[in-house]
């Protein structure tokens, strides 16, 4: 029996896993803004409030009041879907990340199993907006980019099912239960897994190395080339949402969740994921973007035949 | 066999350097300037505006024939025990090529090419400038150097 007060406590908690995200992207664009900024030997935005964390708002702001265009030959439905598509997966991938002891949306048996078929559906945001726009940069973009997120899924998913035969267990909070004792990082098995997941999400999301989705140098912006306004704040809230999202999966797949000494649980979580979120910034302002056909033989060629070898040498392991 | 694992080892080695190069510059210190809050200080030889010294000026005109835009004017007045006194010393801004040529024949060093940079005017007669006035650059000279 579903009663007013269990409807008016399920929309405050989605309203405020809403205001975190949005929270969440603006503070992760200042930050990424800053570190590409301290790399360089610059100060990144200094003017809007104290050393610039205003910027984000301002920006948005703006992209608020902006013209919203549509190119006159595009696919109108299409077009006008591909930003929800971009941002909705990725809230939808909240409900199940554990937060805290008790902090968490709904706990499903098949947690990480729904994770990673939400997520999927992010490349056809790509795929719609390159379709979409009807320009050629943003098709070859969208092409690029789902052939490259369909390659890249193979490794990731072989890496999360290799922490799966560990945890014996689907559920985002058994998981975590499971490393109570050591967190599967230590494992040497899972080490390597972690470091596949992380090369694979950095992938999945589209960021250097990796960005050839989003290459300046030769797609202009990419399947985002002709988006404006709100719609392109949405690809831009969608990306690092989606940032923050691998982050804290292989948070809560790798590094023990929640779990830490002293400190209460849920910063113990937003510590982790924040540090693999500055990592992932680290590494986009480090390294030049790889070319199609590295990137793809990196996949099939490296990832994925490492990914299975060490799938099979962690079911070894795990019959004695 | 060999050669692909050795490929990747050595490519991770060389990620692994690469990311270290960038932790460092992290903190290392910041090399731009918050421009314009600070401003980086003009080198010795720059060549801003012209600019005068009134009492050094003995009036040769040297500055004057040797402008090849015609962009300085003087005029001066003979007084009774027939000294030369300075009467106006005009500088059209917006012909000056910036050459220096005034700083290098002047015997006295009276006229010389101050530091100034920047220099926009929202009207045209606020480039034609009286070098004789004394606050004549006082809109454009609120530099703050680092």
């Known amino acids: 029996m579903v009663t007013l007060l269990d409807v008016i406590i399920r929309v405050l908690v989605g309203i405020a896993v809403l205001g975190f995200l949005a929270g969440s992207a603006m503070f992760l664009i200042w930050l990424e803004r800053k570190v590409s900024a301290h790399i360089q030997n610059r100060y990144g935005p200094m003017r809007v409030g104290w050393h610039g964390v205003l910027q984000a708002v301002a920006d948005a702001v703006k992209l608020l009041l902006k013209e919203n265009i549509v190119p006159r030959e595009a696919d109108k439905l299409v077009w006008w879907l591909a930003p929800f598509f971009a941002v909705v997966p990725s809230v939808m991938a909240f409900a199940v990340v554990p937060f805290g002891k008790h902090i968490i949306v709904q706990d499903l048996n098949i947690g990480i199993l729904y994770i990673t078929a939400v997520t999927s559906i992010c490349v056809l945001s790509v795929f719609m907006a390159g379709w979409g726009s009807n320009n050629k940069y943003a098709m070859l973009s969208a092409m690029r980019s789902a052939a490259q997120i369909i390659s890249y899924e193979i490794p990731l998913t072989i890496a999360v099912v290799t922490v799966l035969m560990f945890a014996n267990t689907l559920s985002m909070q058994g998981i975590v239960a499971s490393q109570a004792h050591r967190w599967f990082i230590f494992h040497p098995s899972l080490a390597l897994a972690f470091l596949i997941y992380m090369i694979s999400a950095t992938a999945e999301v589209n960021r250097t190395p990796f960005d050839i989705s989003e290459a300046e140098s030769e797609l202009v912006a990419g399947f985002h080339t002709e988006y404006s306004g709100m719609k392109f704040a949405m690809f831009f809230i969608g990306e690092y949402t989606n940032v923050f999202i691998v982050s804290a999966i292989a948070t809560t797949l790798f590094l023990g969740g929640w779990q830490g000494p002293l400190l209460p649980s849920p910063i113990w979580f937003l510590a982790k994921t924040y540090t693999l979120v500055f990592v992932l910034m680290w590494v986009r302002w480090t390294f030049p973007r790889v070319r199609i056909d590295q990137l793809m033989g990196f996949a099939w060629k490296v990832l994925t035949p490492i990914a299975l070898a060490n799938l099979a040498i962690a079911g070894l392991l795990l019959l004695k | ?146």
């Open chain 2, 1 to 146: 066999m060999i050669r692909y694992f050795s490929n990747l080892g050595r490519g991770f080695v060389s990620l692994i350097k690469g990311l270290v190069v960038t932790f460092k510059n992290i903190f290392s210190p910041i090399i731009t300037l918050q421009y314009p809050k600070e401003k980086q200080a003009m080198t010795a030889r720059y060549r801003g505006l012209v600019d005068l010294r009134p009492d050094r000026c003995i009036i040769c005109y040297q500055c004057v024939r040797i402008c090849p835009t015609g962009c300085l004017a003087i005029s001066h007045k003979v007084q009774e025990d027939k000294k030369r006194t300075l009467e106006r010393f005009d500088y059209t801004m917006e012909l000056c090529c910036f050459c220096g040529l005034c700083e290098q024949v002047c015997p006295k060093s009276a006229i010389y090419m101050n530091k100034l940079y920047e220099v926009t005017a929202y009207s045209r007669d606020k480039l034609h400038i009286d070098l004789l006035n004394p606050d004549k650059y006082a809109e454009w000279s609120n530099i703050v150097v680092k």
